[in-house]
């Protein structure tokens, strides 16, 4: 699925994005992660990196269903806009450094060195986009 150009605009400014997983038992687990955009001339796909094999890499190798929402950092007329994203996400291994050092350009503060430099390869979350929704132009 390709996101609406403002959703695009927004997940790579830097906003925050909470990822939910769904634990063993089926409860939730909300983190907040980094997330960026890449594209094919078909689709884009969110992916976010994991240095270590913690819950939410489990989770998603365990079981694919993921939500996620980005916070837009601007005010809107009654609420904060959002962008709201449900999907498919699959582990793949290695490439977190890589893609965290791209993320930390907006994510961090200017001069931040992130991650280190013997950083271990890591997992990326591959997020194929199925459903879009929040409170924003992406919606229209």
């Not at 769904?22 to 240095?51: C, F, I, M, R, Y």
């Amino acid at each position: 699925m390709k996101l609406h150009p403002t959703a695009r605009d927004l997940i790579g400014s830097g906003a925050d994005a909470t990822l939910v997983t769904l634990n063993s038992d089926g409860s939730p687990h909300a983190t907040v992660v980094w997330v960026a955009l890449q594209s094919t001339p078909d689709d884009d796909e969110l992916v976010t990196a994991h240095l270590t094999e913690h819950q939410k890499v489990r989770n998603v190798r365990r079981d694919g269903r993921v939500a996620l929402t980005v916070l837009s950092p601007d005010r809107g007329e009654a609420m904060r806009p959002y962008l709201a994203i449900t999907g498919t996400g699959r582990i793949v291994e290695g490439g977190a450094p890589e893609l965290l050092r791209e993320l930390a350009k907006t994510m961090t503060s200017p001069g931040i060195k992130f991650p280190p430099d013997n950083a271990p390869p890591g997992f990326l979350t591959r997020i194929q986009i199925d459903k879009v929704g929040g409170m924003g132009p992406w919606t229209s």
